[in-house]
């Protein structure tokens, strides 16, 4: 006997719980809770195509974001500049391991897998090589996506430049550029993408292979 339940006929409410019969929508149309008002589910336009694209674009521009100058600081007629990179190498050199270590991991690997991640999922759908490792590698993918934490690092930037600013002489450089760039990159290429339909699909085509 197969105990399974086919979760693919059923959408419940992200957040009043309410149960609903899957419907099946167009691009571009969403579905309402009629409860709350909540989004059930988006179909989005193009998704894959975008995501696509922004995650490529957030590819090219992992390097300078990581290794270009983000600020300058002259105090005291020294002028110093320094990327992301070198502010870990300046933590470890402190001795602040732990805390160089989870900038390393949120603010550098976490990030830069993730967008991996959304190029992978989106290059084997744009092209159509969909594999059965895609589920395990989506469902990983699922558990990643809450501990990307550039915006944290990017509002730990605009802290220090506003306390910096009234005792130094600082100067923006295109390091920063780079990282706000970054930023919008991994956080669009990560919300344009539509979640629900690779579930789907994915389901659809290999769901039978694992039960
Ligand atoms: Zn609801």
Not at 15 to 26: E, F, N, P
Not at 32 to 43: D, M, P, T
Not at 115 to 142: D, E, M, Q, T, W
Not at 158 to 170: G, P, R
């Amino acid at each position: 006997m197969n105990n399974k339940i086919n979760t693919s006929l059923f959408v419940a409410c992200r957040q009043c719980d309410a149960l609903y019969d899957k419907l099946q929508l167009k691009q571009g149309q969403l579905a309402k809770c009629n409860r709350c008002g909540g989004i059930l589910i988006e179909r989005k336009v193009d998704f894959i195509e975008r995501s696509f694209n922004w995650s490529l674009a957030g590819l090219i521009l992992m390097l300078p974001a990581i290794l270009l100058p983000i600020m300058g600081v002259t105090l005291a007629g020294q002028y110093n500049q320094a990327s992301l990179f070198d502010c870990i190498l300046v933590l470890i050199d402190r001795g602040f391991f732990m805390i160089a270590c989870l900038v390393f991991l949120f603010a550098i690997a976490v990030p830069i897998v993730r967008l991996v991640g959304v190029f992978y999922i989106s290059y084997c759908f744009k092209f159509n090589k969909l594999k059965p490792s895609l589920l395990s590698f989506f469902r990983a993918y699922h558990h990643l996506d809450n501990w990307a934490m550039l915006n944290v690092f990017m509002l730990a930037i605009v802290v220090s430049m506003y306390k910096l600013i009234d005792d130094t002489e600082l100067s923006v450089n295109l390091g920063l550029l780079a990282f706000i760039f970054w930023l919008i990159c991994s956080t669009m290429s990560s919300v344009v993408l539509d979640q629900n339909y690779i579930w789907e699909k994915l389901d659809q085509a290999f769901a039978k292979d694992e039960a």
